[in-house]
């Protein structure tokens, strides 16, 4: 090696030396003037898991006390708590005949309100034999709008409601676009699932107001969680319920009334019967009796839940989900159960 070689390669040896401490004396410098924002990320992070574990935790004690505790503790006494009478809207199948049932297990007396009069009169000795409770009917179409209203208000004329379940609702054939529908189902679809709440409680809501007692129960859907395609017209219905349910609760819960929205997710029954998948049931499809059960539990301890223990925890997922996730999901399921549906009929 001549001498000259001897020294470049020292002088390289030195750059490289001097570019290593100055990168590592970089490195230092940055983390030094960063320590600030990498604690204020430390601290972000802590807190967002302080809240997820604190809302974890908070979920499982809501879904224990609400779905279990009560369970185990004595029935609560609901003539004592809201009244004698129990109003049950769209009762003649379903959750509503299933509520009814539980109501009068629970020694209400109830007035069953549905279209159909042999079913009606039928549901109503029913009752009264299993349950020896007074029962009485309203035969009463509600898409019919306002026309209904004063027979329905004579008939309970003199009866002290302290219960009144606005279960009675319809959905499409099957999940569908919404110009599939016609004129005539989107008005039945307004006055059914949202006149018929609102005239029901402004009927019965002023003598539990005089005594200050009373339960009021909007059956909504899960699907009024998030807005939910090929359901749209009924999701906006049951969205609409939710929150008339809960502004309502605001409005009267200081003159001793309950509201609850009352959100399940599939169930059993005649409104689910245009899909195998949803006809039979499951764990996370129950059948409206099972459902009921544990739906009247809730009755005077939550305010906006489920109803069941099950979609429960659905609903709890659910509420994380971004909206676009949400309406993804919908779509597809929705789109296959319209599949499922529309491939049944005959051509
Ligand atoms: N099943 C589910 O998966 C599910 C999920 C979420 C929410 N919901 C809600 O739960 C409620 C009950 O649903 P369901 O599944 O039990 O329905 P369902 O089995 O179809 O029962 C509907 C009841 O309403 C009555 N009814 C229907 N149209 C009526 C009208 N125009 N006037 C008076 N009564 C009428 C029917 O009796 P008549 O034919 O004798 O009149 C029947 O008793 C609805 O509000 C629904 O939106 C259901």
């Not at 809501?62 to 809207?89: Q, S």
């Not at 009675?168 to 676009?177: C, K």
């Not at 200081?254 to 609850?260: E, S």
Request: aromatic share 10%; with cysteine; glycine share 4%.
């Amino acid at each position: 090696m001549s001498l000259s070689d001897a020294g470049e390669a020292v002088s390289s040896c030195l750059f490289d030396m001097a570019a290593v401490d100055s990168f590592s004396l970089l490195l230092r410098e940055i983390g030094r003037s960063c320590n600030c924002y990498i604690e204020t990320l430390a601290l972000i992070g802590a807190l967002y898991t302080a809240k997820t574990c604190f809302t974890f935790v908070n979920d499982t004690y809501t879904l224990i006390r609400l779905h279990f505790i009560p369970r185990l503790v004595r029935r609560a006494d609901l003539v004592k708590l809201y009244g004698k009478w129990a109003v049950v809207t769209g009762c003649t199948s379903g959750i509503g005949k299933s509520y009814a049932k539980e109501l009068a297990s629970r020694k209400v007396n109830i007035i069953l309100i549905s279209r159909n009069k042999e079913k009606l009169e039928v549901l109503a000795k029913e009752i009264a034999d299993t349950y020896k409770v007074e029962t009485a009917i309203v035969v009463a179409d509600f898409s019919k709008g306002s026309e209904i209203y004063p027979a329905i208000k004579s008939a309970l004329a003199g009866k002290e409601i302290g219960i009144l379940v606005n279960n009675v609702g319809l959905f499409y054939t099957h999940p569908d676009y919404f110009t599939n529908l016609t004129e005539d189902k989107i008005w039945e679809l307004i006055n059914v699932n949202i006149g018929a709440a609102n005239m029901m409680v402004h009927m019965v809501l002023p003598e539990m107001v005089q005594r200050k007692k009373g339960a009021i129960v909007n059956v909504s859907s899960m699907s009024c969680c998030q807005p939910t395609p090929l359901m749209t017209a009924y999701s906006a219905s049951k969205a609409y319920l939710d929150h008339f349910s809960r502004a309502l609760h605001y409005e009267y819960a200081p003159q001793g009334i309950f509201v609850q929205s009352l959100i399940p997710f599939f169930i059993s029954t005649n409104l689910t019967k245009f899909s195998e998948q949803l006809t039979k049931k499951n764990f996370l499809v129950p059948s409206a009796e099972e459902y009921a059960r544990h739906a009247v539990t809730t009755l005077g301890i939550s305010r906006r839940t489920t109803g069941y223990w099950l979609h429960t925890i659905q609903f709890l997922m659910a509420q994380y989900l971004p909206e676009w996730l949400w309406a993804w999901g919908a779509y597809r399921l929705n789109n296959s159960l319209r599949l499922e549906a529309t491939s049944q009929r005959p051509h």
